[in-house]
């Protein structure tokens, strides 16, 4: 999930792709599952899965994205992540947001502590060494930010695109600016009607390598998109699939399940 390395289009993806859950903001708590297949050219490089807990205005997430097909081959990756919160009218707040991953002999683990949208905490392990062109995140970057799992869990009633949603993921702050591209059907395990589609663009504002050519490539990227779909019975929008061209073809993260 960082913005820097030959990672950057995967972390990207993998943002993206962790933002899987929603559910019913009823006084009940209430379950909700959603799987995701994530494709390189067709082929399966990776899969998710997230279990959501909705109870009054308090919400949590968890996940967990494993590495499948030829991409498990080269480098076997697993990450899990946890983040929990408060849902306010317009969006999901979060007050606590983690995130651990391993790939091949590299492992990372990232903890943030949220207030009222600021961030007050944030921790990387190991740290990583900054290079001569690294653009710093400020303190003033840490305020007023979402988290890349809920920031992409929008309640109904409030606008789903166009938007901008400023995103700090431990490391990295960017926005992801969302444009209104109509609707499309979509029909998955668990769901089917139509899904709200979004042009969407990314725009670094630090954490990252200056002039680094997989961050170059992603801000000039005009063709991304992003579906959402209202859960059923609930009162919130979550991604149920996202298109991001690549230089080795287009990736794809398409939920095989959403609801149950």
């Not at 599952?33 to 109870?55: K, M």
């Not at 991409?71 to 697993?78: E, L, P, Y």
């Not at 949220?114 to 905490?121: A, K, Q």
């Not at 869990?153 to 166009?162: D, K, L, T």
Request: hydrophobic share 35%; with cysteine.
């Amino acid at each position: 999930m960082k913005m820097n390395g030959r990672g950057l289009i995967a972390g990207a993806v993998a943002s993206l792709a962790l933002v899987a859950s929603a559910g019913t903001l009823s006084s009940a708590e209430i379950q909700h599952r959603t799987d995701y297949s994530i494709r390189l050219s067709g082929l399966p490089v990776a899969t998710a899965s997230f279990r959501s807990e909705f109870n009054g205005n308090r919400y949590s997430i968890s996940g967990s994205l494993h590495s499948a097909g030829l991409a498990d081959i080269f480098a076997s990756t697993r990450g899990t992540t946890n983040v929990s919160g408060i849902v306010s009218r317009d969006r999901l707040r979060a007050t606590s947001y983690s995130v651990t991953y391993r790939s091949g002999k590299r492992g990372r683990a990232i903890d943030v502590t949220f207030r009222n949208g600021n961030v007050v905490h944030s921790s990387m392990v190991p740290a990583r060494k900054k290079p001569d062109n690294w653009v710093p995140v400020s303190n003033a970057d840490m305020r007023s930010v979402l988290d890349p799992i809920s920031g992409l869990i929008i309640p109904a009633g409030s606008r789903v695109c166009p938007k901008t949603l400023p995103i700090f993921d431990g490391e990295s702050r960017l926005d992801l600016r969302l444009t209104s591209k109509g609707t499309k059907p979509f029909t998955t395990k668990g769901f089917q009607g139509e899904a709200v589609v979004c042009g969407i663009r990314f725009v670094p504002k630090s954490g990252y390598r200056k002039g680094r050519d997989d961050v170059e490539y992603l801000r000039r990227l005009k063709t991304m998109e992003i579906w959402f779909a209202k859960a059923e019975g609930a009162n919130v929008y979550a991604p149920v699939y996202v298109q991001i061209p690549t230089k080795l073809g287009p990736v794809t993260v398409s939920a095989t399940r959403f609801g149950g």
